[in-house]
């Protein structure tokens, strides 16, 4: 990160950083609405030395401006004009947080890994998506735990992009990329 090495008249300290080519932002609470190239991206920044993402949707082209209003967000990109989505950050569990501790860790794939041997259901343990909780899911939480992929969420993979303008965020929806 190449930072300013002389200041006049104030002090900044380098906090943390989001990678990435980055046009647009717009802070509300312990989030950060960003343009990122062609994508419209949340970032959990609760932690400002390690922002989260939590969701992103790509649009058709270069992501100029991104402005809130109560649960809208209003995003310019080059291609679309303005699109209004609705951002929703409910509060159900996060996919792969099975002793609900807020973190994603080895102690998480060890307990879906013991429900895989069991045949039990749960929702937060099926990464995976395929309705089943199997020795995939422990595998993909394990990899999450260490820092390999990211389990996200949203509301329903319908929601997850343009059909319904309504992108939601962290906890309810399967989708996994690699970081």
């Not at 969701?55 to 270069?62: A, F, I």
């Not at 973190?103 to 309705?131: K, N, Y």
Request: glycine content about 10%.
């Amino acid at each position: 990160m190449n930072l300013p090495k002389h200041t006049v008249g104030v002090n900044v300290t380098f906090e943390g950083h989001f990678g990435g080519v980055t046009y647009a932002v717009t802070v509300s609470g312990s989030y950060a609405y960003i343009g990122q190239g062609t994508d419209f991206v949340v970032l959990g920044i609760s932690s400002p030395a390690s922002p989260i993402e939590l969701g992103r949707v790509m649009t058709s082209d270069m992501v100029y401006d991104v402005a809130l209003s109560g649960d809208y967000a209003y995003v310019a990109d080059n291609h679309n004009g303005l699109m209004i989505l609705r951002v929703d950050a409910s509060d159900a569990p996060q996919k792969g947080d099975l002793n609900h501790d807020n973190e994603i860790t080895p102690a998480d794939a060890a307990i879906a890994l013991r429900l895989a041997a069991t045949g039990a259901h749960d929702d937060t343990t099926d990464v995976s998506g395929d309705g089943r909780v199997t020795s995939l899911d422990a595998l993909m939480i394990l990899k999450a735990a260490a820092g390999a992929i990211s389990l996200w969420g949203g509301c329903s993979r319908q929601a997850y992009g343009w059909n319904d303008a309504h992108l939601c965020i962290k906890h309810n929806m399967y989708d996994v990329r690699k970081t």
